[in-house]
C-alpha cells in the first residue's frame, strides 16, 4: 500500500521553491536522492576586509600631508592646485580620495597642463622625500605597528607610479594567489588602532555633478 505524505508550497521564486513537507518525506527524499547543499558564496576573510578599510585612508592622509608640504615648501601653484580640490569637496571635512589622485596621473588636460604635471613631479618628490618623515612625526598616529603600515604604504605607492594607469586598482582586494606580495596580506595580522580624530580622513567618497577640474586654470591664478 503506498503511503500517503503531505507537503505545502510555501513560496517560489527565481526557479526555487520553499516547501513544509512531512519529517517521513524527507527521510524518503534522503534516502533516495543526493542533495547538493547550495555551495555559499566566497566571503572575503576579516582581516582582508580591515586591512582594506586601512587602504582607503592611505590616499587622504598622504595627499594632506602632501598640500601642506607643498605650502611649506612655496610651491605655489601646486599648493593651488590641490587646494582648489580641496575646497570643492563636497563631504563634511572636504577630504582628498583616491579618485583625485587617480585624475592628477590620468589624462592632461590641456587648459592646466603645466600645473598638472608639475604637481605630478612634486607628488613624486613628496614620496621620496618626505612622505615617511609625515608618518614618524604625525602625533596622530600614535600605535607603532600603524605608523609601520602607513611606512610600507609608501612604496605601495611609489610603485604604482610604475604602472601605466597609476592608482586605478588601488582600492581593489588582492586575489588570494597574489596576497603574500600584496601589501594587504604583509600587515593584515597586525592590529589597526583607531588613533584618529574624525576629521583626518574621510571613509565616504563624495559624488561630483560636475567636473571638479574645470574650474582649476583660474582657482590656483591666485596663488601666482
Not at 8 to 28: A, F, P, W, Y
Not at 41 to 51: C, F, G, H, L, W
Not at 86 to 109: P, R, V, W, Y
Not at 117 to 132: C, H, R, S, V
Request: proline share 4%; hydrophobic share 30%.
Amino acid at each position: 500500500m503506498q503511503e500517503d505524505y503531505t507537503y505545502q508550497i510555501l513560496k517560489k521564486c527565481n526557479g526555487k521553491v520553499i516547501i513544509q513537507i512531512d519529517e517521513r518525506l524527507l527521510d524518503v527524499i534522503n534516502t533516495h536522492f543526493t542533495i547538493k547543499p547550495q555551495q555559499q558564496q566566497r566571503e572575503v576573510p576579516y582581516s582582508v576586509k580591515k586591512q582594506h578599510n586601512f587602504q582607503r585612508r592611505i590616499v587622504p592622509f598622504f595627499m594632506n600631508q602632501f598640500m601642506h608640504w607643498a605650502e611649506e615648501m612655496g610651491y605655489k601653484q601646486v599648493d593651488g592646485y590641490l587646494r582648489a580640490i580641496h575646497k570643492k569637496k563636497t563631504s563634511k571635512q572636504q577630504k582628498f580620495e583616491l579618485g583625485d589622485l587617480k585624475k592628477l596621473f590620468g589624462a592632461i588636460n590641456p587648459r592646466t597642463k603645466i600645473i598638472q604635471m608639475e604637481t605630478q613631479t612634486k607628488w613624486i618628490e613628496f614620496l621620496g622625500t618626505q612622505a615617511e618623515i609625515c608618518v614618524l612625526v604625525n602625533n596622530k598616529i600614535k600605535d607603532q605597528s600603524t605608523k609601520q603600515m602607513y611606512i610600507q604604504a609608501i612604496e605601495h605607492l611609489k610603485a604604482e607610479l610604475k604602472k601605466e594607469q597609476p592608482y586605478d586598482k588601488f582600492l581593489s582586494l588582492p586575489k588570494k594567489e597574489e596576497s603574500n606580495d600584496s601589501l594587504m596580506e604583509e600587515s593584515k595580522e597586525q592590529s589597526i588602532k583607531e588613533e584618529y580624530s574624525s576629521g583626518e580622513f574621510d571613509e565616504q567618497a563624495p559624488t561630483y555633478k560636475e567636473d571638479p577640474y574645470s574650474y582649476l586654470s583660474c582657482a590656483y591664478s591666485n596663488y601666482e
